[in-house]
């Protein structure tokens, strides 16, 4: 069975996804679109108006983090 990540933010295309590992986290970010078959891929580069959601998602996975190692300490 494959690892579930521990949480996802999304807004918009923007995907912040959170893994744990032990205790320690990390955070993949991707942004959805659609090619030209119109199936949907991810990638991991950004357009200036994706760069707001971008933020938003990092920040909500930082403080989500944050929560999680607090709760533990």
Known sequence: MA???AHKFKIGLITATVWENEGFYSVDVSRS???QEGDWR???SFAHN??????KCVERAEIWI??????KA
């Open 33 to 35: 679109y659609k090619n």
């Open 50 to 55: 994706d760069l707001l959601n971008l933020a």
């Open 42 to 44: 991810s990638t991991s």
């Open 66 to 71: 944050g929560r999680q190692l607090n709760a």
């Open 3 to 5: 690892n579930q990540p």
